[in-house]
């Protein structure tokens, strides 16, 4: 039943009704229900996003009963299939058109090896502008109890919050627009079965079982491992842990939420009162605050600006470009920079001298260890190359050390490495944001030899080996600004 043929166009409005008797309202997903009844109640048009897939097919057919067809149905050419695509489309709008339902073909144009994350985004910011337009607030989605365990498998191998692992939602929030995926309790299978016994046509995209994909490889290899596995009804389970997972999670939402109020101050963040809540609460408040300024950022990020508060340092995290969290008088503040920091000529300096540099910051060369002192630190986990770098104290045969801007020819191998690269290559990969690169200082022997970049590990060159007595301590204090 996966190629469209005309016979299968049949009495397909009978076979909504006899396909609605076998999943009635009362067994789509309870969360779903209120948001369904309102919206048929006070005739809101209900849009229906559909592939041409069995899942897609199954949601369309069972809302163009519930609503006496007046439902509108929106389908995207994504055209990465070619010919396939175009046929998927023009079956979607011959189905639509038997029962007399109307619909939008929209074409999306994206690259041929384009990757599940640019399809799916692509895909939202067409329908939202879509739906805007149409004055429409309800989208319908087919999702179904299988897109549960494998949403859960594969946000689980990316270290998902409680957010993430109760994903897709029954209902869910984008602006304006409301996704409603009430087919969330029937699975996979039972859609297949019923459409096939019903006779009702569907699609099938090719692309589904291409190994390509992740999803794709945990539905075919994972998800039936996984089913011979237990010895009771998994989807079941799953569909079980998704609810529990997503009314904790709302519950959470609730105590962020005032945990916020009180963390607050103008556009910062208080962090005596942040670290009052526990770690998931410390989260969730930095979340809402970094999404208030609509800025991007990870749970990685979130985590690191949590480990990073009691160290004191001022710059908590980098989140990329030129965007700074910092900490100072007590507060978390975002930092943006919207100046390119001009580069600066050389500088020297002595053991034991401060050096300042035009932004502030400063650099300092002490002599006085040894390298047990050294080995303690390192033993201890205590040396961080954003700050300090030691190097071997025999290969300095002078006590003039000058600082300055990179240059475009400069090479540095730092330690550990095969060979060196390029300063400005390095920075790249390092991810220093291009407006800051100027201002980190190049420290350098007499002879021009670069002993340290803050950020990196000390040069391979001057590297402490068994033969090193005496070492030599590189500090670097970032500009308080």
Same mark, same amino acid.
């Given at each position: 039943m996966e190629e469209s043929s005309h016979k299968n166009f049949r009495n397909l409005s009978s076979k909504a009704e006899a396909l609605y008797s076998l999943f009635p309202f009362e067994s789509w997903h309870y969360r779903t229900k209120e948001e369904l009844s309102s919206a048929r109640l006070e005739k809101n048009q209900l849009v229906v996003s559909c592939s041409g897939g069995a899942d897609s097919i199954f949601s369309l057919l069972l809302i163009h009963h519930f609503l006496s067809g007046s439902q509108h149905c929106i389908h995207i050419n994504h055209g990465v299939r070619g010919k396939n695509?175009?046929?998927?489309?023009?079956?979607?709008?011959?189905?639509?058109?038997?029962?007399?339902?109307?619909?939008?073909?929209?074409?999306?144009?994206?690259?041929?090896?384009?990757?599940?994350?640019?399809?799916?985004?692509?895909?939202?910011?067409?329908?939202?502008?879509?739906?805007?337009?149409?004055?429409?607030?309800?989208?319908?989605?087919?999702?179904?109890?299988d897109d549960i365990a494998e949403s859960f498998l594969w946000r689980l191998s990316r270290g998902a919050s409680p957010s993430g692992l109760c994903s897709p939602k029954p209902v869910q929030k984008h602006g304006d627009t409301i996704f409603l995926r009430p087919f969330l309790t029937v699975s996979r299978a039972e859609i297949r079965n019923c459409l096939k016994e019903l006779a009702i046509p569907w699609r099938e995209d090719e692309t589904n079982s291409s190994p390509r994909y992740l999803r794709n490889r945990i539905r075919a290899q994972v998800l039936?491992?996984?089913?011979?596995?237990?010895?009771?009804?998994?989807?079941k389970g799953v569909e079980s842990s998704r609810d529990l997972i997503e009314e904790q999670n709302d519950a959470m939402q609730v105590w962020i939420l005032d945990a916020y109020k009180h963390c607050i101050k103008g556009k910062d963040l208080s962090i005596e009162e942040l670290q009052k809540q526990p770690f998931a609460v410390q989260r969730g408040v930095l979340a809402e605050w970094l999404s208030g300024s609509n800025i991007h950022f990870t749970h990685q990020n979130l985590s690191e600006i949590i480990k990073q508060i009691p160290n004191k340092n001022k710059i908590l995290l980098n989140l990329g470009g030129n965007i700074w969290v910092v900490q100072g008088s007590g507060l978390i503040k975002l930092q943006i920079a919207d100046e390119e920091r001009k580069a600066f000529r050389a500088n020297f300096f002595t053991y034991n001298s401060v050096l300042f540099l035009p932004d502030q910051s400063n650099l300092k060369v002490s002599k006085q260890f040894t390298q047990n002192d050294f080995g303690i630190l390192k033993k201890q986990k205590k040396i961080d190359s954003r700050f300090e770098a030691w190097i071997c104290s025999g290969k300095i045969?002078?006590?003039?050390?000058?600082?300055?801007?990179?240059?475009?020819?400069?090479?540095?191998?730092?330690?550990?490495?095969?060979?060196?690269?390029?300063?400005?290559? /390095?920075? =790249?990969?390092?991810?220093? %944001? @291009?407006? !800051?690169?100027?201002?980190?200082?190049?420290?350098?022997?007499?002879?021009?030899?670069? /002993?340290? =970049?803050?950020?990196?590990? %000390? @040069?391979? !060159?001057?590297?402490?080996?068994?033969?090193?007595?005496k070492v030599i301590r590189l500090t670097y204090s970032p500009s308080p600004a």
């Open positions: 695509s175009d046929e998927d489309a023009s079956f979607v709008k011959e189905f639509c058109d038997k029962i007399n339902c109307e619909s939008s073909i929209l074409s999306l144009q994206v690259p041929v090896d384009s990757n599940e994350g640019l399809l799916r985004d692509k895909r939202m910011q067409i329908l939202r502008v879509k739906l805007e337009r149409m004055g429409a607030r309800f989208l319908i989605q087919g999702h179904q109890k039936p491992q996984w089913k011979s596995c237990i010895d009771r009804e998994l989807l045969r002078n006590g003039i050390f000058m600082a300055r801007s990179k240059n475009e020819d400069d090479r540095y191998q730092k330690l550990g490495s095969e060979g060196s690269k390029k300063v400005a290559k /390095l920075m =790249i990969d390092q991810k220093i %944001p @291009s407006y !800051t690169r100027n201002s980190v200082p190049l420290i350098l022997n007499h002879l021009g030899d670069i /002993l340290w =970049i803050p950020g990196f590990p %000390p @040069s391979e !060159t001057f590297r402490i080996d068994h033969n090193s007595t």
